[in-house]
Structures are given as structure tokens and as C-alpha cells.
């Protein structure tokens, strides 16, 4: 990993030294600063990297600028760590910038769970990326594609040296595929060319649309036929992400438990939808916090979830004997270099915390802690229920909403955790009464509202 406070044993799994486990360990019950000082101590953040975060981030405007127009401000999300996580044998703090209550604290727990009784596993299928040109209506469609194959080396030639970049780190064009769909408005049929690129560590959306916009004419002239569109897919099924995840020696009721979840999940999309918005709620944090597009992550994993016809899950849990296991499989489009990725200066931060070296295991870390993250959501439902955990978590917010001062949110938190042990739920209303409660007290002085 990124200190020499980590080790790998001969086997290739890795195991925390004494020194990093006491680092790692009680990392939620510390104080910011402390926080800063342990992922100083692992190698994570350097003494540059804690001052500017310290400032609160980006200060100035100036280079929110150059990414969009009509700049007032930023919007800032809280950005944390999820602790715990051992992917494919190495270590990792996971920085994740979000604004939901327990997803943090879920993840890092739950991959405890997994570190102690399991081991996570990551690949990669394919490493392609799409970009479309479609000709929208043709009545020799057969012909279109004889010309396309018959000219697909010259058109392959043209793209690479539009992609010249890219071509020189090692990647560029492939191939050029066709597909034929029949209209339901004509007789007409459309024809989209499929130009299938490796972008290396780039996300690779920008060069991808300028190649096709760049063989438009081309195809024009030897088709003979109008070319309409030319952009990007989002459903990268040429480039798939995988993570597994195993539990051995699991208690078979709560196995078969997560199991039967899964196959809710499975079969009805309305609850596939809540499943995969689960899923998302690990990968989406990182990929903000690496500056990544997350509106194209999920416009390929949802369109991936239905590309049988119907809505699914994109994680299936099974039992197999004693051990229960879990795969993610979708498309993960990111990049480490290039856009705000390389130009934001928390999103640098956040890829040196993770120390990835390509984009490739970037997505694959992505697809794990998603993986993870549907792991505890579905065993919190097979057991005590969704709600309990979430509203704990949720009590800060809610002495927030209520008005509580900075002194008065742990005091307010406490009376709420009570309520919530006795009735299984709390409300706005129960901050609001506790912390007048407390204020009454206060004024009284008669001491903390919360007894043991």
C-alpha cells in the first residue's frame, strides 16, 4: 500500500502491522485534527495536503471558471474516508465525498466484516469504450455496411490520427462495428457504426466524439448515405468492471437471508432500483471525489441493469455451502488523467490517498466498494431493519434541522439515540423537544438531560 507501516504476507494477502492497525483502528471516534494526524502518519495526506484542507478546499473561483460558465461559487460536499477496505490483497482508505448519513460509517463497518471473515476480488473485462455514428435512414442498409467493412482500415487509419494522443500512450481505435435496426416509422432502416476505442487512463469522452465527428464525411462519400449523430455511448458493455465478494463461514440464516434480498432484487425492478441506488451510494462518493463524471457512471450502470428487457440488480449474493458470495458486474467509465480529474486539486488528493496507477483499477476499487456497501444495506435489512442503523446516524442531522449549537448536538444526539432504542424511530419533533428540554435544563442548571 502507501506506508511502510502495511505488509503483505507470503500468500498475497495483506495484513495490517501492529502500528497500522492501531492507526486504523477507532478512526470514526477521533476528532478532525486527529483524523488528519493518523492519515499523516499512514502516508495518505501530506503536511501541503492537510493545510489545504484545513482552508476548506479551493478558496477562489478562478478555476471554476475554466470548467463552467456563470460561475457564483462552489457547492461543497462533506469529503471523508471509509476505513477497513482490503481489496485484492492492498489496503486502502477510501475517500468519499458525500452528503447522506451512514454511507461512511456503513461501508467502513461493513468491510471490517469483510476483512476479518472474507477477502474482496476485482477484475476487469475488456477495455473499450464506444463511440456512435448513425446514419438514420437508409434503404440498402446491407450495402452501407459492405462499404463500411469493405473501407474499415482506412477509416480505423483516419481515427488514430485524430486520436494521436492517445495512440501514443498506447491506445486509440480498434474497430468498427455495425449494427442494423428497423425503423417503426418507414419502410427505412438506421444504420449505427460502433467505433470502439481504448483510452488508456482517460475517460476517453471527448477524443471519442471527435473521432466520429472526424469520419462523418468520409463515410458520407463512400456510403453515399447522410450521417446524423455522432456521440458517445454511456452503455459500455465492451468494458465491464467486476468485484466479488466472499464471506466464509457465514451464519446460514443471515446467508439465506441476504440471499432471498437478492433475489427480490433480482427479479422486481421497483426494488432493483432502491438495490442499485444502494450500490451506487459506494460509487458514487468516490468517483466525485476523484473529479470523475457520476452522471455518466450511473447513465451506464442503469442502462446496463436493463439491457435484458427489464430492470434488474446489478449485484446477485448466493450461498455456496458455508460461504456466501456476492458479484457486481457493470461498466465503470472513469479516467485519472485528463478534465477536472487533473485539474482539480482535491480530486488529486483523493487519487494519491487511493494510489491507483491507471483507471482501470481506480473502476475496479469503484465496483468493490459498491459491492460492499450493498452487502450491509442487505444485511441490515435481513436483520434489525434499514431504519434503526440509518436514523442512529441520521440524529446529528436532526439536532441540526431542530437548531441545536455547536455544544448542544451531542447532548440533543444522545436523548435521540435513547428515543430511538425504545420506540424504533425518531423525528424532527423528538429533536425539537429534547433540545428545549436541554435549553430548559440549561437555564435551571440542572445538569445533562441524558442519564445512564
Not at 40 to 64: F, R
Not at 74 to 81: A, S
Not at 99 to 128: C, F, H, P, Y
Request: glycine share 8%; charged share 20%; with cysteine.
Amino acid at each position: 500500500m502507501q506506508t511502510d507501516n502495511l505488509k503483505f504476507s507470503s500468500q498475497g494477502e495483506s495484513s495490517l502491522s501492529l502500528d497500522a492497525q492501531a492507526l486504523t483502528s477507532g478512526f470514526s471516534k477521533l476528532s478532525k485534527e486527529e483524523r488528519y494526524a493518523r492519515l499523516h502518519q499512514l502516508g495518505l495526506l501530506t503536511t501541503e495536503d492537510i493545510e489545504y484542507l484545513q482552508l476548506g478546499g479551493l478558496q477562489s473561483t478562478g478555476l471554476a471558471e475554466h470548467f463552467i460558465e456563470n460561475v457564483i461559487g462552489y457547492f461543497q460536499l462533506p469529503l471523508g474516508v471509509a476505513m477497513n477496505f482490503n481489496i485484492d490483497g492492498r489496503n486502502i482508505v477510501i475517500p468519499m465525498a458525500v452528503e447522506e448519513t451512514s454511507i461512511i460509517a456503513a461501508a467502513s463497518k461493513t468491510a471490517k466484516w469483510v476483512r476479518e471473515q472474507g477477502r474482496i476480488t476485482t477484475q476487469t473485462l475488456g477495455n473499450l469504450i464506444i463511440g456512435q455514428i448513425q446514419i438514420a435512414h437508409t434503404q440498402n442498409p446491407q450495402d452501407v455496411v459492405m462499404q463500411i467493412e469493405k473501407n474499415k482500415a482506412s477509416l480505423i487509419s483516419r481515427a488514430n490520427e485524430i486520436a494521436a494522443g492517445i495512440v501514443r500512450r498506447g491506445g486509440g481505435v480498434r474497430d468498427i462495428t455495425c449494427r442494423i435496426l428497423p425503423r417503426t416509422d418507414s419502410s427505412d432502416h438506421m444504420v449505427v457504426l460502433h467505433v470502439l476505442c481504448d483510452p488508456c487512463d482517460a475517460m476517453g469522452a471527448n477524443i471519442i466524439n471527435q473521432v466520429c465527428e472526424a469520419l462523418k464525411k468520409p463515410i458520407e462519400t463512400m456510403t453515399g448515405e447522410s450521417v446524423r449523430m455522432c456521440i458517445l455511448s454511456n452503455l459500455v458493455d465492451t468494458r465491464l468492471t467486476q468485484a466479488q465478494v466472499e464471506i466464509f463461514d457465514i451464519d446460514p440464516e443471515l446467508g439465506y437471508g441476504i440471499e432471498e434480498a437478492s433475489k427480490f432484487a433480482e427479479l422486481d425492478p421497483y426494488r432493483a432500483a432502491t438495490n442499485n441506488k444502494g450500490v451506487l451510494n459506494g460509487i458514487d462518493p468516490i468517483v466525485i471525489a476523484t473529479g470523475n463524471d457520476w452522471r455518466a457512471v450511473e447513465a451506464g450502470i442503469h442502462a446496463y441493469a436493463a439491457r435484458g428487457g427489464s430492470y434488474s440488480s446489478i449485484t446477485k449474493w448466493r450461498m455456496r455451502g458455508p460461504i456466501l458470495v456476492g458479484t457486481f458486474e457493470a461498466p465503470i467509465i472513469v479516467g485519472t488523467v485528463g478534465g477536472v480529474t487533473k485539474l482539480h486539486p482535491t480530486a488529486q488528493l483523493c487519487l494519491r490517498m487511493l494510489n491507483v496507477t491507471s483507471a482501470e483499477e481506480l473502476s475496479r476499487i469503484m465496483a468493490a466498494v459498491g459491492l460492499v456497501q450493498n452487502l450491509g444495506a442487505l444485511k441490515a435489512l435481513s436483520t434489525v431493519g434499514v431504519v434503526q442503523g440509518h436514523m442512529k446516524l441520521h440524529s446529528a442531522n436532526l439536532a441540526l434541522m431542530a437548531g441545536a449549537e455547536t455544544d448542544e448536538i451531542e447532548t440533543v444526539q444522545k436523548e435521540l439515540e435513547l428515543i430511538l432504542r425504545k420506540t424504533r424511530r425518531v423525528s424532527l419533533s423528538h429533536a425539537v423537544e429534547a433540545l428545549e428540554k436541554l435549553r430548559r435544563q440549561k437555564e435551571s442548571k440542572l445538569g445533562p438531560i441524558c442519564t445512564q
